[in-house]
């Protein structure tokens, strides 16, 4: 079996890369600048490579200091995040933790669960704003993001907590009237509710299919959407949320089942920074676990 490398210097030889000079990564370390010299000498001669250009007046790192300095930085940054997860992991979590989620789905089916979250955990302090703007929540501060469907931001680390699933549905007296659609095409002789967007999408012989459709009312509320079909005006599709209770209760019927889309993915992300803060672990943890049991139409 391969030695394990000695992880002797490598502190000592990041601190001189971040710090500029051995005296102020010595003031850094609180150790004597000829220790630190003797580390990073150390280290040169065990790998058997200049780190740095050494002058009287300055110290430079080399092109394979360079990179050696990437893969250092990361191992520290792993010890770091062990340590701190570590340590506040020991006590009860507490402190302010800042979320932003959609409207609906943040009213509807997020906050019910935070609510209990801080019921669990008393001592934190959470600051949610629900928007359906997708904001920047690097600049905006925020520790944790709840996103649906589609990811676009490469910047931040991404975590699946679920999914959800959408429905297209109409009212018993709609279909008595209009009759029940059974394929895609039929969709063109039906007035369509339509939301944000003039596609509906489905799953034909395990292809996702985008479909446009059109009817006499386009809102960008899904709330009044439920309500215009709940009324007999037509068929919409939305997501569960708005829904299921709907069709658990019969007032809604749920339409072409064999053609429903895959699910999309409820999301969880947070700034790629040098931790995640052990509360946002914590209720991502807690969020995936019960939004697995969120309650589904029957």
Same mark, same amino acid.
């Given at each position: 079996?391969?030695?394990?490398?000695?992880?002797?210097?490598?502190?000592?030889?990041?601190?001189?890369?971040? &710090?500029?000079?051995? +005296?102020?990564?010595?003031? *850094? @370390?609180?150790?004597?600048?000829?220790?630190? &010299?003797?580390?990073? +000498?150390?280290?040169?001669? *065990? @790998?058997?490579?200049?780190?740095?250009?050494?002058t009287t007046r300055k110290v430079t790192v080399t092109e394979s200091g360079k990179h050696y300095y990437q893969n250092c930085q990361r191992l520290l940054e792993g010890f770091e995040a062990a340590e701190h997860e570590l340590q506040e992991r020991q006590t009860e979590p507490k402190g302010k933790l800042r979320l932003t989620a959609p409207i609906t789905y943040g009213e509807r089916v997020l906050m019910p669960l935070l609510n209990d979250f801080l019921q669990r955990y008393?001592?934190?302090?959470?600051e949610v704003e629900l928007s359906n703007n997708k904001l920047d929540i690097i600049d905006a501060g925020f520790d944790l993001a709840i996103r649906l469907g589609q990811l676009d931001d490469s910047r931040l680390r991404a975590r699946r907590l679920s999914g959800r699933q959408v429905f297209t549905?109409?009212?018993?007296?709609?279909?008595?009237?209009?009759?029940?659609?059974?394929?895609?095409?039929?969709?063109?002789?039906?007035?369509?509710?339509?939301?944000?967007?003039?596609?509906?999408?489905?799953?034909?012989?395990?292809?996702?299919?985008?479909i446009a459709v059109s009817g006499n009312l386009r809102c960008n509320s899904g709330i009044s959407l439920v309500d215009s079909a709940l009324k007999g005006l037509g068929i919409a599709q939305l997501p569960a949320e708005y829904v299921s209770h709907h069709i658990n209760r019969g007032a809604l019927v749920?339409?072409?089942?064999?053609?429903?889309?895959?699910e999309e993915g409820i999301w969880g992300l947070y700034p790629s920074s040098r931790w995640s803060s052990s509360k946002t672990t914590l209720l991502l943890d807690y969020l995936t676990e019960r939004l697995t049991q969120h309650p589904k139409p029957r």
């Open positions: 079996m391969t030695p394990i490398p000695e992880w002797t210097g490598i502190a000592e030889f990041v601190a001189v890369v971040e &710090s500029g000079s051995f +005296t102020a990564a010595a003031t *850094r @370390l609180q150790i004597s600048t000829a220790q630190v &010299s003797r580390q990073v +000498t150390q280290l040169e001669q *065990r @790998l058997g490579l200049q780190l740095f250009h050494r008393p001592q934190l302090q959470l549905c109409a009212s018993p007296a709609y279909i008595e009237r209009m009759g029940q659609p059974n394929t895609l095409s039929e969709l063109k002789h039906h007035n369509c509710l339509v939301g944000s967007v003039s596609h509906w999408r489905f799953s034909e012989h395990h292809q996702e299919r985008s749920s339409l072409l089942e064999h053609l429903q889309p895959n």
